[in-house]
């Protein structure tokens, strides 16, 4: 089997490549930090739980033991029979809402998911579990000031639930124009695991708006993880400048920027503070050092560039903006640890407190990295031209989401505006290629691909191989040739572009042997491919080892059962070992699946020529229908 025009190992790895290009970093590439001992795991969901919480429960049963009583949740039950039954101004009832939000959520709309659950709570305040879900995915929506006003506490809580209520409560206090009583919230109740570490950073900075200053500069806690503490430390030499504490200020980032491990932190807030002090050609040591340390983001290079046109050094962040790239390093830390639902509320916060593109479409980055694709798509539908390298990255992003949720026409949509914003971007006219390639719109791929920004004299092997796929599907098959030996001369070892040479050679005759050859070698790299282990069927059958290729058939057609070329190979290894009837029954298969005309013909043609049969396309037939 030829590589499947699907979206592969290969085009990720492309749009790894394009991301890298024209995303922004997190607010500090935070090494990961270990788990606080004894914190809960996540429990944040981003759907409500399956089942229903609104239905009316009867009172206990007379009977019911002393055990049961104490072991059954504490919980104030609704009414068995309401009377009146819960409903709003419009007469619309608590279970209608309930019901909309849980499928708007099903459905990724989580801003009106979050809408019709905050409802339900205002309804039936009655309801813990109700509070809960209202409030977990009001943050998920982005909806910061339902969450702020809902949040849950008590007894039975989860303590996830209660200190990230804490938490955006004194964010969302702060935002609202009131620093003083944040500050003060947050020193009555500190906030506790698992979300100490985003209080812990934001705090210093509500502190100083409300003139807490000895809070403010306070150092870091001394049980503190080696990594959080350079962190803290770097929050108090920023709030040193803005205090005019320069000479204090200077000695701490000099400190953070000798540490081994960790100085490529903060060489760069090192060298934007030296830039406002008037100290271009240290800032310029600062930022040199860390391009020899191997960063090429793009603030570094940036900050570089401008140095040397001796431009205008950035101002230092207010209050918002400091308690806003506070929050996106806890962000940054705790999506390391995979705890994504914790990184999006963060990142929330931090938008509500600096609402800029780029924290937009870090949401939408992580929203995706936690498969909640439509809620990801719409953060990054958000993030406008202003920048237009983050606008084209943003673009890149939800055409990946699309193509993953099977919209290929409106993911081809995305890739050309990206494209168009970045024309000179080749990693982005690499996508458009591919995503031309997998929608089998070849000849215009191939005018992408034979276009200046691709067809270098350095070009990868994914443009070589690529190339080669097209020409191939257009059965220009000597192009094709050339362009996937060029391909295995820079990736000898592939198994990918090994298969597809090799199923090439075979199914053309062009070189069988050592097509089978190249297959068996990508069939030992990658035995769970199911296209591979069809090629390596194939190969045997046209080297006339029938009984070998029926059995790699049929275990291709076990990986790939919706694949028709293979379930059409296996029909024709049948048909060769004298097992005539299942040969039907995978001929009339092929035709119940996504079936390209030629081939359809084919097997029709079979169907009629062998076995005296007007195709059925039997959705019933098929591997094991007759054994």
Excluded: C
């Excluded at 809580?157 to 938490?167: F, H, N």
């Excluded at 964010?171 to 985003?198: C, I, S, W, Y």
């Excluded at 962040?317 to 830390?333: C, E, F, H, I, V």
């Excluded at 005539?580 to 996504?594: H, I, K, S, Y």
């Amino acid at each position: 089997m030829r590589f499947a025009f699907r979206r592969s190992a290969l085009f990720a790895a492309a749009s790894l490549i394009a991301l890298g290009l024209a995303a922004p970093s997190l607010a500090q590439d935070v090494p990961p930090t270990p788990p606080v001992q004894d914190a809960p795991q996540p429990d944040v969901e981003p759907e409500p739980s399956p089942e229903p919480i609104l239905e009316p429960q009867a009172e206990p049963d007379a009977d019911t033991t002393e055990t049961d009583e104490a072991e059954a949740p504490k919980v104030d039950p609704i009414p068995a029979v309401w009377s009146p039954i819960p409903t709003d101004a419009e007469g619309r009832s608590a279970y209608g809402y309930y019901l909309a939000g849980r499928n708007a959520l099903t459905s990724g709309e989580s801003e009106a998911g979050a809408d019709y659950l905050a409802r339900v709570e205002a309804l039936t305040p009655e309801q813990p579990r109700v509070r809960e879900q209202a409030f977990t995915a009001s943050l998920l929506a982005g909806d910061l000031d339902v969450a702020a006003r809902i949040a849950p506490e008590g007894e039975g809580v989860s303590p996830v639930i209660v200190q990230a209520g804490r938490l955006v409560a004194a964010v969302q206090t702060f935002v609202g124009g009131d620093p003083r009583k944040a500050n003060a919230m947050l020193t009555a109740a500190p906030v506790g695991e698992p979300h100490a570490r985003a209080g812990l950073y934001v705090q210093p900075w509500i502190a100083a708006a409300a003139g807490d200053w000895d809070r403010a500069l306070a150092p870091a806690p001394t049980d503190l993880d080696p990594i959080s503490t350079l962190l803290v430390r770097a929050n108090r030499a920023r709030l040193l400048e803005l205090r005019r504490r320069h000479d204090e200020a200077d000695a701490e980032w000099r400190d953070l920027t000798s540490h081994a491990l960790a100085s490529r932190l903060f060489r760069l807030p090192y060298g934007e503070f030296l830039e406002r002090r008037g100290k271009r050609d240290e800032a310029l040591v600062q930022y040199d050092a860390a391009v020899t340390a191997g960063a090429s983001d793009r603030a570094t290079m940036s900050a570089r560039a401008r140095v040397l046109a001796k431009g205008r050094p950035p101002a230092a962040p207010n209050y918002r903006k400091g308690a806003s790239l506070a929050l996106k390093t806890a962000a940054d830390q705790i999506i390391a640890q995979r705890a994504l639902e914790f990184g999006v509320v963060y990142l929330r916060l931090a938008l509500n407190l600096d609402p800029t593109d780029e924290n937009r479409f870090l949401i939408g980055q992580t929203l995706q990295q936690a498969e909640l694709e439509a809620a990801a798509r719409a953060a990054l539908a958000q993030v406008g031209r202003q920048d237009i390298e983050l606008y084209a990255a943003a673009r890149v992003q939800s055409a990946l989401s699309l193509e993953k949720d099977g919209q290929s026409d409106a993911a081809l949509a995305e890739l050309r505006r990206a494209a168009e914003a970045r024309p000179n971007e080749a990693s982005i006219a690499y996508l458009l290629a591919g995503q031309l390639v997998q929608m089998k719109r070849f000849d215009e791929a191939l005018t992408i691909l034979n276009g200046p920004l691709l067809a270098t004299a350095d070009q990868g092997f994914e443009v070589h191989f690529l190339r080669g796929a097209a020409y191939e599907a257009l059965k220009r098959n000597t192009e094709a040739e050339a362009e996937l030996w060029a391909a295995l001369q820079k990736q000898p070892n592939d198994p990918t572009v090994l298969n597809y040479l090799g199923y090439l050679w075979v199914d053309t005759g062009m070189r069988v042997e050592q097509g089978a050859e190249m297959i068996a070698r990508a069939f030992a790299a990658d035995p769970s491919d199911g296209n591979i282990q069809d090629s390596l069927g194939w190969a045997q059958y046209r080297r006339g080892q029938f009984d070998l290729a029926v059995g790699n058939l049929e275990q291709a057609v076990a990986k790939e059962p919706a694949n028709a070329e293979i379930n059409d190979h296996l029909g024709d290894a049948y048909w060769a070992v004298g097992r005539q009837r299942e040969a039907g029954f995978q001929w009339n298969r092929v035709l119940t699946l996504d079936v390209e005309p030629e081939r359809k013909a084919e097997v029709e043609a079979k169907l009629r020529d062998k076995l005296g049969q007007e195709p059925t396309g039997d959705k019933g037939a098929g591997l094991g229908a007759e054994s």
